[in-house]
């Protein structure tokens, strides 16, 4: 079975400045999904990058982007510009790309912005 | 809707009693998830379902959870003589088909007293 680690459970970071938040995942399989959501207080998970195990190129999406070493079973996520919206539990999540569709989470990281 | 209703948002509810919670996923969305996040904790999977599929309900706690899903469209979630132990927010997410992008419900929070 697989399974998702995050080793982080609290971050914070200055308000502008750079946080990467890390996660490491374990599984036999070659191709599947790797996610990051964020959950504020609302507590609605917001996808906030999506990365195909198959595509070498990190995602980027705006502010956020991802080092995704696959070798290593790597998926960290690096936040810049850090905004006080950015507050949020930050959950890693895999995917299989075959068989069961279900998402396999972390534990989750919680991010402070200190202004 | 625009997004994935769930109702009630919160239910506080005594030991022993059954609570349903209900899911409205987006129209047209194939795949139906449910996932349970207790205090501090990531999310776990409880139950999906696909189309006319037979559902996957490996990530059912106990037999006193059960789900059903009612014309491919709404679920409901039921917890049978509930126990303190299944106090958690339970998360409810939709997907065009099981292999695209989900959208997550705001959840309902779950108090046993």
């Known amino acids: 079975a697989q399974t998702v680690t995050q080793s982080q459970p609290e971050m914070s970071v200055q308000e502008a400045e750079t946080v990467t938040l890390s996660c490491t995942y374990d599984t036999s399989e070659s191709d599947y999904y790797l996610f990051w959501y964020k959950q504020p207080p609302s507590r609605q998970m917001i996808l906030v990058i999506r990365?195909?195990?198959?595509?070498?190129q990190n995602a980027t999406e705006n502010r956020f982007s991802v080092n995704f070493q696959k070798a290593a079973k790597s998926f960290s996520l690096k936040i810049s510009d850090s905004q006080l919206g950015d507050a949020a539990m930050y959950f890693c999540?895999?995917?299989?790309?075959?068989?069961?569709?279900?998402?396999?989470f972390g534990q989750g990281t919680r991010l402070t912005i200190n202004p | 809707g625009a997004g994935v209703s769930q109702s009630p948002s919160n239910k506080v509810t005594e030991k022993g009693k059954d609570v349903e919670l209900r899911c409205d996923p987006i129209?047209?969305?194939?795949?139906l998830y449910w996932y349970r996040q207790s205090l501090g904790q990531g999310l776990e999977f409880l139950i999906y379902f696909q189309g006319n599929s037979a559902p996957d309900k490996s990530g059912l706690p106990s037999d006193r959870f059960s789900a059903e899903r009612t014309g491919g469209s709404v679920s409901t979630l039921t917890i049978q003589r509930t126990q303190q132990e299944d106090s958690a927010v339970y998360l409810c997410?939709?997907?065009?088909?099981?292999?695209?992008?989900?959208?997550f419900g705001s959840g309902t929070r779950l108090t046993v007293v």
């Open positions: 990365q195909e195990a198959y595509k070498q």
């Open positions: 999540a895999y995917r299989s790309v075959q068989g069961a569709q279900k998402l396999v």
């Open positions: 997410a939709s997907s065009p088909s099981g292999r695209g992008g989900y959208t």
């Open positions: 129209s047209g969305h194939t795949a």
